[in-house]
């Protein structure tokens, strides 16, 4: 069982792998790098919420799970996010002359719908909500 290429939708994601069996790959600059797990370490992948509430200081990166065919792999991944009726926007602190707000404040909520309505097609979610 593996997972296409997506970013997370909540705000963080803390990941423990798998000791010796890799699976996580993460897009950078076009290519996929495979994420070789670490004895006691944890990942934390930052979520679509969190770049807009950073207003894309952080990223939230494409990813994807491999199968191994030779070994059998377990991650447990914890998801970290917002209530459906949290309003999610770019923090007032971080906007300023030379960083405008890239995206519109909405209910959480809202961005649940819109992925459920872009379901089965490639993911452009936060776009919906990115100030032209």
Not at 2 to 8: E, K, M, Q, S
């Amino acid at each position: 069982l593996g997972l296409p290429a997506h970013t997370d939708y909540n705000v963080l994601t803390i990941l423990l792998q798998d000791e010796g069996v890799t699976g996580l790959h993460v897009l950078k600059d076009e290519k996929w790098i495979v994420v070789d797990p670490l004895p006691g370490a944890l990942i934390v992948n930052v979520g679509d919420q969190l770049q807009v509430l950073s207003n894309d200081r952080y990223k939230s990166v494409y990813h994807r799970a491999v199968t191994n065919e030779k070994k059998k792999r377990a991650s447990l991944a914890m998801f970290v996010g917002p209530n459906n009726d949290s309003v999610i926007g770019p923090i007032e602190e971080l906007i300023d002359e030379d960083h405008p707000p890239l995206y519109r404040s909405y209910k959480f909520g809202e961005f649940i719908q819109e992925l459920r309505n872009q379901e089965g097609k490639p993911r452009k979610v936060k776009e919906v909500f990115k100030i032209a």
